[in-house]
């Protein structure tokens, strides 16, 4: 079982160029989401999603997007990449049944911003 | 969702009881208990959760005092690769998916 995918698992950019850190999940959960991780740091929320056509700001959303088109699919588009965004970023997913606290986490993107 | 406190870190010995507790003094009567933890670069992992009785399973136990105010999970006999960052969390069953909040957690450090 593949769980949740993500890629690329490593990315450099430059300050002002966009990217998207893609996300998958085989396990047809409805709740998925994305966390950053910056050194010495807990997780913190950016985005969120309970279901396909459906998204909500977390703890620290500013500079990046989502769309939830897919059940499948949870992309993370960051428009114009600043050096305060250097982190490793998480994605999770959960089922809507059941206990969704409960989550099942990704391998992680490790992103630095020059 | 109730705060937690953990202590920054601990050592363990290889093959010997490793006991991580946890504070959420303030937890209230609908919040259960959840163990997640992080191995260096990898995702969080969940192990283990609870409201008031024991929790046994596969990886660890998850020991809540009467009171509901404190909880210890205990991983039996842990190994090298049980070393990782673990994190307490409170929260509500079914509350607001997305929201899990990590603090620092607990830096455990088997040791041969």
């Known amino acids: 079982n593949a769980g949740v995918t993500q890629t690329p698992k490593f990315q450099v950019l430059k300050t002002g160029q966009s990217m998207t850190l893609q996300c998958a999940q085989d396990?047809?959960?409805?709740?998925m989401s994305w966390y950053r991780q910056d050194p010495g740091m807990g997780l913190r929320l950016i985005h969120y999603s309970v279901g396909a056509g459906i998204t909500d700001q977390g703890e620290v959303p500013n500079g990046y997007n989502v769309s939830r088109s897919t059940t499948e699919d949870f992309p993370l588009r960051l428009l114009s990449a600043a050096p305060s965004q250097t982190s490793v970023y998480f994605c999770a997913s959960s089922a809507r049944t059941g206990n969704r606290n409960i989550q099942y986490f990704g391998a992680g993107t490790r992103l630095s911003v020059l | 969702d109730a705060k937690t406190t953990q202590p920054t870190s601990m050592d363990c010995a290889e093959g010997r009881a490793a006991n991580l507790p946890c504070n959420h003094s303030t937890i209230s009567g609908n919040e259960y208990v959840y163990w997640y933890r992080q191995i260096h670069s990898q995702g969080p992992q969940y192990i283990i959760h609870g409201l008031k009785n024991n929790e046994t399973n596969e990886m660890a136990s998850l020991i809540i005092t009467e009171d509901r105010k404190s909880s210890t999970l205990i991983l039996p006999h842990a190994t090298l690769r049980d070393t990782a960052v673990y994190y307490c969390i409170v929260k509500q069953y079914g509350g607001s998916q997305g929201n899990l909040i990590f603090g620092k957690g607990t830096k455990l450090s088997v040791k041969p």
């Open positions: 396990m047809n959960h409805e709740y």
